[in-house]
């Protein structure tokens, strides 16, 4: 009864260094979604992915952030050459659809501190 | 997207009720009202949702004024579990209901 499963939970890297974030969604669930939470604000919308397939980026930084779910494996949330203010807590969802009222599933998160 | 106002925090005593409060005066009639909770250093989690009339589930109750310019979380007895940032969110049911929109919330405090 797994629910949506993130990886790392807590992430250290240097200014300049790659972070990659990875999400497992629910079992039986398709369709994922990223969030990030920046100290002291609200969590806001980034990406929503299906297998294979990009959605809406309309949250996405235009630069250095990237997300991709594959055929197989988790999804993946990519920060190229990482900065100070990319320090944040960043959060999965899955959802079986996203007709009518369906609810998000969030995982546990993954924080990124950059040094 | 139609905003909410809610109160940043509140508090409770363990087992009493707790009301908490979110208005939404600019709601259009395709909004449902969502509430999340956020734990600490947990993600957020699904509550209740409601579009006109009250909802009960295992959780929480929601109480949606007649008007629909305002909506009432109740959670009928308290535990020190409980104590979590609660959301108030609107969403269209015809729109993008992925996107979460999250304000600050209203803390709530509970005390033993």
């Known amino acids: 009864n797994a629910g949506v499963m993130q990886n790392p939970r807590h992430l250290v890297r240097r200014r300049g260094q790659e972070a990659r974030l990875r999400c497992s969604p629910m079992?039986?669930?398709?369709?994922v979604y990223w969030y990030r939470q920046l100290p002291e604000e609200g969590l806001k919308f980034m990406v929503y992915?299906?297998?294979?397939?990009?959605?809406?980026e309309s949250g996405m930084p235009k630069e250095r952030f990237s997300a991709e779910f594959p055929k197989e494996g988790p999804s993946i949330l990519r920060i190229q050459q990482v900065v100070r203010g990319d320090s944040a807590a960043y959060f999965c969802?899955?959802?079986?659809?996203?007709?009518?009222?369906?609810?998000?599933?969030f995982g546990e998160g993954s924080r990124l501190t950059v040094l | 997207d139609a905003k909410t106002t809610q109160p940043n925090s509140m508090e409770s005593n363990e087992e009493e009720p707790v009301h908490l409060p979110c208005n939404h005066s600019t709601i259009s009639g395709t909004d449902y009202i969502h509430w999340y909770r956020q734990l600490p250093s947990q993600g957020p989690e699904y509550v209740i949702h409601g579009l006109t009339s009250n909802v009960n589930n295992r959780m929480a109750s929601l109480a949606i004024a007649e008007d629909r310019k305002s909506s009432t979380l109740i959670l009928h007895r308290a535990t020190l579990r409980d104590a979590a940032v609660y959301y108030c969110i609107l969403l269209d049911s015809g729109g993008s209901n992925y996107k979460l929109t999250f304000g600050k919330g209203t803390l709530l405090t509970v005390n033993p």
């Open positions: 992915l299906q297998k294979e397939n990009i959605i809406d």
């Open positions: 969802a899955s959802s079986i659809g996203t007709g009518g009222t369906g609810e998000l599933f």
């Open positions: 079992k039986g669930h398709s369709h």
